[in-house]
């Protein structure tokens, strides 16, 4: 059982994601954030397996947030789920410790494939953004 801490501050795609994640049985999630303090906050208190996280969070964007969760929860896989589809952004998350990035007009298609490879060990990078330079496998 892949345990998750969902990151979203728009409370209705949180629920919607939520929902999407329930149809695998091996996923469950066992808490959630609505910003990148809370996730920090969230993440050290549950220690998830999988942070799902956007980066346009309020009080602490989702960049900075993973780069305190990584100090704190180096084991957790983060994979940002946003509507930043900007390949500088996604280099950067990725050298912040990023397992995969998803853009969120994709999540319905690529949300469990990305959440796989990752587990399996593989980064992702949302289709339209793959490239060289993320270390995609």
Same mark, same amino acid.
């Given at each position: 059982?892949?345990?998750?801490?969902?990151?979203?501050?728009?409370?209705?795609?949180?629920?919607?994601?939520?929902?999407?994640?329930?149809?695998?049985?091996?996923?469950?999630?066992?808490?959630?954030?609505?910003?990148?303090?809370? !996730?920090?906050?969230?993440?050290?208190?549950?220690?998830?397996?999988?942070?799902?996280?956007?980066?346009?969070?309020?009080?602490?964007?989702?960049?900075?947030?993973?780069?305190?969760?990584?100090?704190?929860?180096?084991? !957790?896989?983060?994979?940002?789920?946003?509507?930043? !589809?900007?390949?500088?952004?996604?280099?950067?998350?990725?050298?912040?410790?990023?397992?995969?990035?998803?853009?969120?007009?994709?999540?319905?298609?690529?949300?469990?494939?990305?959440?796989?490879?990752?587990?399996?060990?593989?980064?992702?990078?949302?289709?339209?953004?793959?490239?060289?330079?993320?270390?995609?496998?």
């Amino acid at each position: 059982m892949t345990r998750i801490l969902l990151v979203e501050d728009f409370k209705p795609y949180r629920s919607l994601t939520a929902t999407l994640l329930s149809h695998n049985p091996d996923l469950k999630v066992i808490g959630e954030a609505e910003d990148g303090s809370e !996730a920090v906050a969230q993440a050290q208190k549950l220690k998830p397996d999988l942070i799902l996280m956007d980066i346009g969070l309020p009080k602490l964007n989702g960049l900075e947030a993973a780069r305190r969760i990584r100090d704190v929860l180096p084991s !957790a896989k983060i994979v940002f789920l946003t509507q930043v !589809a900007d390949v500088d952004v996604v280099k950067v998350a990725f050298n912040l410790g990023a397992r995969g990035y998803i853009v969120k007009q994709q999540a319905e298609t690529e949300l469990l494939t990305a959440i796989a490879a990752v587990l399996s060990g593989k980064r992702f990078v949302t289709s339209g953004l793959s490239g060289d330079g993320f270390g995609v496998q």
